[in-house]
């Protein structure tokens, strides 16, 4: 029993995958591969943007271990922030933090590194939410919309920089003590927990700390969506401006994140495809263009993340981390 609870959760899931499958087989057999023989240059330039997106983030890394006291070695940084990837499909990509086991062994704590993990992804989400609002940019009645996001994303920030994280964890711990309902008890857990993380990692919270690390997580996940953009100019005559389809690509992911299945499978897809048929494209061109994009994001991280692993299975890489 308890090993088939362990597997449960991916066997439900390859159901869903199977079924959605299943329901789209006629898009499926309608796909065309003529467009992608004659846009190899356009699918590797969204390849391009992707290792770009992996390079911004591997120096933003670096800064939070600095900001930590801990000065790595680029080259080291890149192989284990990349080598987390091997893991990013899992649920809110907590199976990145696998990466943790390699700062061990040079003195960095767990706590320190889910803290500089949590901060990360919080930068993510903003600067999604900030790329999301690009989706209403050729729509004059969603500006209100716009700037409302812009204010939260600074509101966000500064609640980020200023909360008091170490006495925010012992409120809610002293509330979780008294929470006699399950679930309310676990939440409440899981929140302290994430409080204590930022508490470690009080540091990349100052200001200047995350307006950098918010600008080169707005960058970096831009250019990863600029992919879809170039991935969709192959589909003529359908125009796709370069800012509908950053924003397409960040509402998916968003939404792929909120629905915490692993490496947003399937609910990141459906969104994305059905935002680029509604934005012109025949449903078998819009799943191509899906399927394109996730395999130069997603597959191509996972691939390259992997052989990172295998690299840092060389323990002569160590001594000269720092």
């Not at 992608?36 to 240059?41: E, H, K, L, T």
């Not at 200023?162 to 964890?169: K, T």
């Not at 690390?213 to 960058?219: K, V």
């Amino acid at each position: 029993m308890p090993r088939f609870s362990r597997h449960l959760y991916f066997v439900l899931i390859g159901a869903f995958i199977a079924v959605c499958a299943y329901g789209m087989r006629a898009d499926f057999a309608a796909i065309s591969l003529a467009p992608v023989a004659r846009s190899i240059d356009l699918i590797l330039l969204a390849a391009v943007f992707s290792v770009l997106n992996y390079c911004l983030r591997v120096v933003r890394w670096q800064r939070y271990l600095r900001a930590l006291g801990f000065p790595i070695s680029l080259g080291f940084t890149a192989l284990t922030y990349i080598a987390g990837f091997a893991f990013t499909v899992s649920p809110g990509k907590v199976g990145e933090l696998a990466r943790g086991r390699y700062y061990s062994r040079l003195g960095i704590s767990m706590s320190e590194v889910a803290g500089a993990f949590f901060v990360e992804r919080l930068m993510d989400v903003v600067a999604m939410l900030a790329l999301a609002t690009l989706i209403f940019e050729s729509l004059p009645r969603y500006r209100v919309a716009m700037w409302g996001a812009v204010l939260l994303v600074a509101v966000v920030l500064g609640l980020l920089g200023f909360l008091q994280w170490s006495s925010l964890e012992g409120s809610l711990r002293r509330k979780s003590d008294s929470v006699t309902q399950p679930v309310v008890k676990v939440i409440m857990h899981v929140a302290a927990g994430a409080a204590r993380s930022l508490g470690a990692a009080r540091s990349l919270l100052k200001p200047t700390a995350l307006l950098s690390g918010f600008a080169l997580g707005l960058l970096a996940w831009g250019l990863e969506g600029l992919g879809v953009y170039v991935l969709g100019s192959g589909f003529p005559p359908v125009h796709l401006d370069a800012a509908a389809g950053v924003g397409i690509y960040a509402v998916a992911v968003l939404v792929g994140a909120l629905s915490f299945l692993p490496g947003g499978l399937g609910s990141t897809e459906a969104v994305m495809t059905a935002l680029l048929a509604a934005r012109g494209f025949p449903l078998p061109n819009a799943l191509l263009i899906t399927l394109l994009c996730r395999i130069l994001t997603l597959w191509l991280a996972v691939c390259i993340g992997w052989a990172a692993v295998l690299v840092l299975r060389r323990d002569r890489l160590l001594p000269a981390a720092i």
